[in-house]
């Protein structure tokens, strides 16, 4: 058995000024235990070396924040953004940043605990979090790292030994969190709103350093540079949740990252039968955050974060406005760019050509229409290609519809065009298109039973979860999918 190998640097902390952050001090947890620690995700980190096993009894204390690991200076960020388009004073109300890991590969990676207690910014709050919504986190992150989307990552989950109260009392747990920063666009808000010139262009300038090396300070204007970077990393990243039916539930802009990746997992869902008006949280009345509307709505985000840089683009406000629109302008055709890839190769075209979207609008036409269920519409298609004619869940209606044998024939005639071979085109779909994703009453099953004291049933879903392309895998019990008018919701874990 061997400690962590702990490589924290402070540079957030160091390179910003004290507005930035406020520090943070231990926690008082009686009885903390590890419940799940990510094995796989401490050596990429370097926190263990290949084959190195941890003691993690001895574990417990850091990761709910009842000490602290050497070369730590545990800071929470503050930011200010708006949360369903109200204009907010944040900051991380039940979070610490423990610092940046060092990796082997030389890159800074932050590790932040969630749920550890009250900061300055909690806003009357606890700051402590309940065990089933640090699960679910877990879960749908390393489920989304799986599928190959950009994500903020789940180390640990471990509880604490004591009863918080929501609406019940609840157990109470800590998640272990890490991302290649938790820099959102709502950071860049609270420097606008509430810093001074020096400090906004001091966070710029940290932010290219850190995600974009490849902007030169002798570029005629980095910050517009900058601009450009995050939208297309964010056009790149809604593309990928449209394209597996994934729906955020709460996409303010405090969660958003500069980085690109998925952040919080409160009242997010995966999209059963297709319907663009999808909307799961609980919260969203107006449906604000729906499926059809996260490409808008992360372009809405983008708007406020040039506004925030409107200073570092020209000294006269009305070229910087010209400026900043002129790039916000390209986020439109690049999701759509991102997107229309995406579903091509979910439909084994290696490239788009002229009429492919019609072929897409028609099979979604179908699909809506016919309540089909996303993910296993595509596996049928897939599975198609294998030879094998299994009808899945939630699919038969779309599939035996004459309509749908009209459009088959299109496609058909649209993959024939290709040079590829058929072994080619399925091997593309099977890639694409996956298997098994995190079904939303799996997921509740999974976690009520985990509150109960019996985790078999989370880490079989896991297991999974960690494969969504395995065609061979034993999963039909996770394909199930509910009726259409089933009225599932999310909640935030707050």
């Known amino acids: 058995m061997t400690s962590l190998h702990w490589q924290l640097s402070s540079d957030y902390r160091n390179a910003l000024s004290s507005n930035f952050y406020a520090d943070v001090t231990l926690a008082v947890f009686p009885d903390p235990q590890i419940l799940l620690f990510n094995q796989p995700l401490a050596q990429e980190l370097g926190l263990l070396k290949a084959n190195e096993h941890t003691n993690l009894a001895q574990l417990a204390d850091l990761l709910v924040g009842n000490r602290f690991p050497d070369g730590s200076q545990p800071i929470a960020q503050a930011y200010a953004g708006h949360q369903f388009g109200r204009f907010n004073m944040l900051g991380d109300g039940r979070a610490t940043l ?21 900061t300055p910014y909690s806003r009357r709050g606890d700051g402590k979090a309940a065990l089933a919504p640090m699960l679910r986190e877990y879960l749908i992150s ?34 272990t969190r890490t991302a290649a920063s938790h820099i959102r666009v709502a950071t860049f808000q609270f420097a606008a709103a509430f810093a001074n010139p020096q400090e906004l262009k001091a966070l710029a300038d940290y932010v290219i350093a850190r995600h974009f090396p490849e902007i030169s300070n002798e570029d005629q204007n980095p910050y517009l540079q900058l601009l450009a970077k995050v939208i297309d990393r964010q056009a790149q990243l809604i593309a990928q949740w449209q ?8 996409m303010n802009t405090d969660n958003m990252t500069i980085s690109g990746e998925t952040i919080d997992y409160g009242p997010c869902a995966f999209m059963d039968h297709y319907d663009p008006q999808t909307v799961f949280s609980s919260i969203d009345l107006r449906g604000r955050y729906r499926y059809e509307n996260q490409p808008p709505i992360a372009e809405w985000n983008l708007t406020r974060f040039a506004e925030a840089l409107l200073p570092l683009f020209s000294d006269a406000q009305s070229e910087a406005i010209e400026l900043a629109t002129q790039r916000l302008a390209e986020f439109e055709p690049r999701y759509q760019h991102y997107y229309a890839e995406g579903m091509a190769k979910k439909l084994g075209l290696f490239a788009v050509e002229e009429g492919d979207q019609a072929l897409f609008d028609e099979l979604l036409r179908l699909m809506r229409i016919n309540q089909a269920d996303y993910t296993n519409t595509f596996i049928g ?92 895998a034993d999963v039909a019990h996770y394909q199930h999918v509910p009726e259409p008018n089933s009225h599932y919701q999310t909640f935030c874990g707050t």
Do not use: C
């Open 381 to 472: 298609l897939t599975l198609e290609m294998m030879g094998e004619k299994r009808v899945l869940d939630g699919t038969q209606a779309v599939f035996s519809s004459p309509f749908f044998a009209s459009w088959q024939a299109k496609w058909q005639a649209r993959l024939a065009k290709k040079s590829q071979s058929k072994a080619e085109i399925m091997a593309l779909m099977q890639t694409t298109n996956p298997f098994v994703i995190p079904r939303n009453h799996s997921v509740e099953d999974a976690l009520a039973q985990a509150t109960q004291g019996n985790l078999q049933p989370f880490q079989q879903l896991l297991i999974a979860l960690q494969q969504p392309f395995d065609y061979n």
């Open 98 to 118: 423990l610092g940046e890991q060092l990796t082997p590969q030389g890159e800074k990676i932050d590790i932040q605990l969630k749920g550890n207690g009250a």
């Open 142 to 175: 390393e489920a989304m790292n799986a599928l190959h989307i950009p994500t903020t990552r789940s180390l640990a989950v471990a509880t604490t030994g004591e009863k918080i109260y929501r609406e019940t009392a609840l157990d109470g747990a800590v998640l």
């Open 243 to 250: 394209l597996v039916g994934f729906i955020h539930g709460v």
